[in-house]
T-cell receptor, first 108, second 115 residues
Framework: RKEVEQDPGPFNVPEGATVAFNCTYS??????FFWYRQDCRKEPKLLMS???SGNEDGRFTAQLNRASQYISLLIRDSKLSDSATYLC?????????FGAGTRLTVKP | DADVTQTPRNRITKTGKRIMLECSQT?????MYWYRQDPGLGLQLIYY???????NKGEISDGYSVSRQAQAKFSLSLESAIPNQTALYFC??????????????FGEGSRLTVL
């Protein structure tokens, strides 16, 4: 079993839709949590950090539930430019572990 | 110019050949990493280094070696390439506190095909 699990999708949604991605992690000692975005054939880039209190950045909201070892990302009012693969990332003591990613396609 | 540069960007080689992938960075970061990405598996950590001469194994280090001779350079070697090492390889950097801020800066990737 992978340390970080994500629903691979693909999620195909119309513009303006709200979509949510989930992620679970198995190492209870994990210290910090993030969402990265990866466009097709490109390098991953940090989208946002995830805090226990929940945090929001424009149309993006991230949540962390440490008790359930569960992370989520909500995208509201989806844009065509949101089409990408979203990677859940968990920071252990010295290294970062990536989920396999959830692919999102936003259609006109 | 990219802050994290990988060479070569694409390479096709044969089974048994020795291959080196180079990574250089101009960000002044202490920490450097090598990941490989396979479809459906996400990024897997091969090796990481927190300083010159510091080398640490990641999740999948077998069949690979690395060298960190300078702060700005971190090279990955496949001593005897095999077909299941065909993948997209990423180098990444972070500063000393990068582990907690989550900010890894990636190169554009090196696509390796082993025939």
């Amino acid at each position: 079993r992978k340390e970080v699990e994500q629903d691979p999708g693909p999620f195909n949604v119309p513009e303006g839709a709200t979509v949510a991605f989930n992620c679970t992690y198995s190492n209870s000692a994990s210290q910090s949590f993030f969402w990265y975005r990866q466009d097709c054939r490109k390098e991953p880039k940090l989208l946002m950090s995830v805090y226990s209190s929940g945090n929001e950045d424009g149309r993006f909201t991230a949540q962390l539930n440490r008790a359930s070892q569960y992370i989520s990302l909500l995208i509201r009012d989806s844009k065509l430019s949101d089409s990408a693969t979203y990677l859940c990332v968990v920071n252990r003591v010295n290294d970062m572990r990536f989920g396999a990613g959830t692919r999102l396609t936003v259609k006109p | 110019d990219a802050d994290v540069t990988q060479t070569p960007r694409n390479r096709i080689t044969k089974t048994g050949k020795r291959i080196m992938l180079e990574c250089s960075q101009t960000k002044g970061h202490d920490r450097m990493y090598w990941y490989r990405q396979d479809p459906g598996l996400g990024l897997q950590l091969i090796y990481y280094s927190f300083d010159v001469k510091d080398i640490n194994k990641g999740e999948i280090s077998d069949g690979y070696s690395v060298s960190r001779q300078a702060q700005a350079k971190f090279s990955l070697s496949l001593e005897s390439a095999i077909p299941n090492q065909t993948a997209l390889y990423f180098c990444a950097t972070s500063d000393h506190g990068g582990g907690n801020t989550g900010e890894l800066f990636f190169g554009e990737g090196s696509r390796l095909t082993v025939l």
